[in-house]
């Protein structure tokens, strides 16, 4: 078992501090099938539209989260990144986040991310991420109402992003003299995980030593059931479905500063859910808050991708 370190960093850790992350994609299939080599065009043209769409970026989500615009902003220190995995080009924006000093589903950043498919039968994805800043405290009450904001927040960020990859794919294609490839879109997926500092969570995890992909184990889990709850709205492992699987995916706590390196196993439950693919996961995270549950989630979302 994982040694378990306390971190100092953590405040008033008596209360259960919890940082939902939702991952929410749009699902496209382009034909014909994009090539890597059109990956720095489209860059180019994302360069040209970011200035006029980072405001409307800004604009969209500021009234979907009914806050001001002035309380958003975007992370002076990032750009627009365009990087390579296998044979998929991975588009990057700045973050965007509140600056103002709120609480709950009105503390968060979001980011959009864009893929670029070129693999045969794959399919290209529209990300948006929303979750609580991992500067912040946390949601300590309430935290149904704020997965189901930032839940909200990540599906209309992901269609403001479609839109926008719709004209860049026809306006790319047509630089270079092509047709506009036929864009298909898919059920969309959801990623999303919970981290808190609950010890209770964390000794149940690894009680639950889940391995390897596969069906509802035979054990009770019941209690997984009720840590799930917040994310999924619903009581998800009550009944056992034939489409529904477990699995766990690896993560590490701490950082170089002055926590040691920790490594934890975040649980995930994948199903059909109203008309998207849902993937729900649950983590211990007693360290530097909300780290874990960003990169957990962009590593199975990342799984999951490759796979669509």
Known sequence: MPTVHRSSRLVRAHLVQNYPVIRWAIVAKLNPRPRLSDAQSFLALLEQEWPSASHDFRKVIAKAAQINESELDFCPKESLRLTFEGKTAVFDFPRLYTTAD??????????????????????????????????????ERNLEGTVADFRRLARIGSEWAFRLFQRLVVANAKSKGKRAPRIARLAPLEVSVLANNDAALGRYLESLAISRVGPHQSQNLTRLGAFLKPLSGDNALRRRRKDSFLFSAPAITGDFADEPFDTRDVVFLMRPHQSRAQAIGVGFDNSAPGDMAVDTARTVSRWIARRL
């Open 102 to 139: 709120r609480v709950g589903s009105k503390d968060f950043d979001a980011r959009i991310t864009m893929t670029l498919c070129s693999k045969k039968d794959l399919s290209s994805k529209i990300w948006a991420r929303v979750g609580s800043q991992s500067t912040g405290t946390g949601v």
